[in-house]
């Protein structure tokens, strides 16, 4: 791990976004880490809040323990995310110092892939909460708060920058809200829309109950999922008569539904 300054060129979209100079940013010395990404306990997964961890030799050169607004980047790629520095009082009574950072609307396999992480602002110290519930709560308010901080939302993908996307017979105008399967229009509403567009985006990934709620409907699920999936039901059932046999929403049991690969 070493921590040095930004370097501001391949930040310039978010650097514009927020009308922040480079010289401010060196001023503040902005933390930067690196390190392999490596497998946990998997907590994070299984209660909505995957991370990617990240092996941390030397703890002294890590910023005050807390919770981050930051940035990965990976591939050449750069993704926001929510980092947490220190320990997890809600989760387990391990005393152990660990680096996590949740990538916003993000699901590919990075195990054993080396990151960059850059830490722009501290969100809150650590507190341990009484429930997972509570944690879910504050964690989706650090998640908004982090959007907030880079002005992006968390849907700002491909969705939103292209004006249409084509996968297999189906085509999807975004810009003006309009689906067509095999060159016949599907009246949509605008949760349905949004969540095919949420799903059509990554054919193959499997979006949780909880991701797809909190991405569209943009507030905690707190394990309400109903809006969910009678949202894919109807779409499903829009769809089915154009597709026949094929079924292009795929569900995973116990965890959501992914957009099947054309």
Request: glycine share 6%.
């Amino acid at each position: 791990v070493f921590v040095s300054y930004l370097k501001g060129i391949c930040f310039s979209v978010f650097l514009l976004r927020r009308n922040i100079m480079l010289e401010d940013i060196v001023k503040n010395h902005i933390c930067f880490l690196s390190g392999e990404v490596v497998h946990s306990k998997g907590i994070g997964k299984l209660v909505g809040m995957p991370t990617a961890d990240i092996i941390i030799d030397d703890l002294e050169k890590l910023p005050p323990m807390g919770v981050y607004s930051s940035t990965v980047t990976l591939d050449n790629k750069i993704y926001i995310s929510v980092t947490n520095i220190g320990k997890r009082p809600t989760i387990d009574n391990d005393d152990t110092i660990t680096v996590e950072t949740h990538i916003l609307d993000f699901f590919d396999d990075i195990y054993y892939k080396t990151i960059e992480l850059h830490l722009f602002h501290m969100l809150r110290a650590q507190k341990k909460f009484k429930t997972l519930s509570e944690l879910r709560e504050q964690f989706y308010l650090d998640c908004q708060n982090t959007k907030a901080y880079f002005g992006v939302s968390l849907l700002e993908n491909k969705a939103d920058t292209e004006t249409t996307m084509h996968i297999g017979e189906l085509d999807i105008n975004v810009k003006k809200r309009l689906v067509f399967l095999r060159g016949e229009q599907i009246v949509l509403t605008t949760k349905e829309f949004d969540v095919l567009c949420l799903l059509v985006k990554h054919p193959g990934w499997a979006y949780s109950k909880d991701q797809i709620y909190e991405s569209v409907w943009n507030e905690p699920a707190n394990g309400y999922y109903h809006p969910v999936e009678n949202t894919i039901c109807q779409l499903r059932k829009k769809l089915q008569p154009i597709s026949g046999s094929c079924t292009f929403i795929k569900t995973i049991v116990g965890f959501g539904y992914k957009f099947s690969e054309i």
